[in-house]
């Protein structure tokens, strides 16, 4: 799926995203516990870039338990950014965070970051090359000891486990309230527009953007989470 067609889906949902997937919470809160966790070692000051930071969730939490930090939030729907202003106005913390409308690439150049996050965000980038450079332009932003956490979908489409844990996963869906027609987007979607690569090699794409080996940190289902660092040569 292209650029254009992706914004417009997410400029539709903006309104109603928080709300339609708070039956999945528990997806999110899990990733978001154990995200505190691996970037607890950062100052007191750091800086944080959120890299497709939609409304907002991830930041909020991390500002809450880190009340010392900043926060860029790159995101390209606009919609979907102004519901996060509303959230940061709401919760007190517009002043520890800066909103960027765009992509990576048209943010200003300015103080490298201590770590940066994008969750599940390169899977929609399908071709390899292209995403290796979007790891490769998060690289650019970060100081040489900066880290990144990156999750996405991942399994191996063609074995017999991912037939399962789809199933399984499109019952977990279904219990949140997705309708059938929705579900079958979703099935399409993800045969067709969305990058979903076995674990082993979407570390070796990260890595080849110019990070250290990632470590898997966490699973649910079929997101998986990846810490690492800039690999210094």
């Known amino acids: 799926m292209d650029n254009k067609k992706l914004l417009a889906i997410f400029n539709q949902q903006a309104a109603s995203y928080d709300n339609q997937w708070e039956k999945l919470a528990p ?34 939490s991390l500002a809450e338990k880190f009340p010392g930090w900043h926060f860029t939030a790159v995101e390209p729907s606009g919609p979907m950014l102004e519901v996060f202003r509303h959230k940061a106005e709401k919760q007190g913390i517009t002043s520890r965070c800066t909103f960027h409308e765009g992509y990576l690439d048209s943010l200003p ?11 599940l965000v390169s899977q929609f980038i399908l071709e390899q090359d292209k995403r290796v450079g979007f790891f490769q332009s998060i690289k650019q932003r970060l100081r040489p000891d900066g880290y990144l956490i990156s999750s996405d979908l991942s399994s191996d489409v063609d074995s017999y486990s991912y037939l399962n844990l789809l199933e399984i996963w499109m019952r977990m869906m279904s219990n949140a309230d997705v309708g059938p027609e929705k579900l079958n987007q979703m099935r399409t979607a993800y045969a067709r527009d969305v990058a979903i690569l076995p674990q082993e090699k979407v570390g070796e794409i990260i890595a080849s953007g110019g990070f250290e080996q990632p470590t898997l940190f966490y699973q649910c289902g079929l997101i998986h989470a990846w810490r690492t660092k800039v690999n210094v040569p």
């Open 27 to 60: 997806l999110r809160d899990g990733l978001y516990l154990l995200l505190s966790a691996v970037l607890s070692d950062l100052p007191n000051n750091a800086r944080i870039l959120s890299i497709g930071a939609g409304t907002g969730a991830e930041i909020i």
């Open 109 to 119: 150049k300015g103080e490298a970051f201590h770590a940066a996050t994008s969750l």
